[in-house]
């Protein structure tokens, strides 16, 4: 089928505030293997595997957004390693970094597979991951994921590293559970040559702990680590939303993401895709719309397109997450179902 036979073919995403949306987070699972405390609750239930995209869906869904403009792919879940023969769909998906169409296709993990996956990672052109590590206290780490084992993320990294990947640690910041060793962790992430970005806890589903207790706001955190730290504002921005300084006594770089203190929707370029199909323009909002049906609907693209231009179109201006009002979800579903 030739472009011009899909409404919208050819035309960037941009959405009624101007914003050109060139950035999608695909999750294509939402179950994972630790259960961390801050994401999930200890007893989950997953979608039956019948609702899930299938990876042939996956890979039209996200070619369908490469056609529209989108140079950056991020999947996500759960976990998406846990997906079996994920590695088949980052490989049919880097044809479109081979022909350009594609700045870069990564994805994000808790680390736990990486020991066995790094390379596959490099051959299908994945260059950088985001690896989630929230503590370097082996104790401490199997209480916030309630059953993982730190060991086993340490050797993920040294096999990404070893494979060539860059990686950057994600650390969502939590009062009274690591807030004494995000310094630790800054200085260990630059001792290896990774950057590092802290993140404010989301209230996204219903977790079996009170957020409330936990969220550290990263302003509070910035004070804390000036003290010993000199942090250099940076005019540097990846695809995401964090904010980066330059740490002068490690040398490397400190992103912060601030949802509920600094809201930074004003730039924001991105969607997400559930596993199941639906389309969210905005995280912290309820509405999506269904993909799935328009790519069972019909072979040919235009259905597709369509129910994304709607989308689009409704993208809302900003989130609702309020930290005052933190200790309920803002949005009932877990962050594992929309992609992290």
Same mark, same amino acid.
Do not use: W
């Given at each position: ?117 790094? /390379?596959? #990672?490099?051959?299908?052109? $994945? +260059? @950088? ?5 929230? %503590? *370097? &206290? =082996?104790?401490? !780490? ?71 207790? /936990?969220? #550290?706001?990263?302003?509070? $955190? +910035? @004070? ?5 730290? %000199? *942090? &250099? =504002?940076?005019? !540097? ?104």
């Amino acid at each position: 089928m030739t472009c011009a036979a899909f409404p919208g073919s050819g035309q960037s995403l941009v959405d009624g505030y101007g914003r050109h949306v060139s950035y999608l987070r695909v999750s294509v699972t939402d179950r994972c293997d630790l259960r961390c405390t801050y994401c999930m609750s200890e007893q989950m239930t997953f979608l039956p595997r019948r609702d899930l995209l299938t990876l042939e869906e996956l890979d039209r869904l996200c070619s369908a957004f490469v056609e529209r403009g989108v140079r950056r792919i991020r999947l996500t879940g759960g976990e998406p390693l846990v997906r079996r023969d994920v590695i088949r769909l980052l490989e049919s998906l880097s044809r479109h970094l081979d022909t350009g169409t594609l700045d870069e296709l990564t994805l994000t993990t808790n680390g736990t597979m990486l020991a066995h996956r790094a /390379r596959d #990672l490099a051959a299908c052109g $994945v +260059r @950088r991951i985001n690896v989630s590590l929230d %503590t *370097l &206290d =082996p104790d401490r !780490y199997r209480a916030v994921t309630r059953r993982g084992d730190l060991s086993v993320v340490l050797d993920g990294l040294d096999a990404a590293q070893a494979a060539g990947l860059a990686v950057k640690l994600n650390v969502v910041a939590l009062r009274d559970v690591n807030e004494d060793e995000l310094e630790d962790l800054v200085r260990f992430a630059h001792g290896r040559g990774m950057d590092l970005t802290l993140i404010e806890v989301m209230p996204l589903g219903d977790t079996g702990h009170d957020r409330a207790t /936990r969220f #550290l706001p990263l302003d509070e $955190v +910035r @004070r804390r680590l000036s003290r010993s730290l %000199t *942090l &250099d =504002p940076l005019a !540097y921005r990846s695809a995401g939303p964090a904010r980066y300084v330059r740490v002068a006594e490690t040398g490397g770089r400190l992103g912060f993401i601030t949802p509920l203190t600094h809201n930074f929707c004003e730039g924001c370029n991105r969607v997400r895709v559930t596993c199941a199909g639906t389309l969210y323009t905005c995280l912290g909002h309820e509405e999506g719309r269904d993909l799935r049906a328009a790519l069972r609907g019909s072979e040919a693209d235009g259905l597709l397109q369509a129910a994304i231009d709607d989308a689009i179109a409704r993208k809302p201006k900003g989130h609702d997450f309020v930290a005052d009002r933190i200790s309920a979800p803002a949005v009932a579903r877990h962050m594992s179902v929309t992609g992290g």
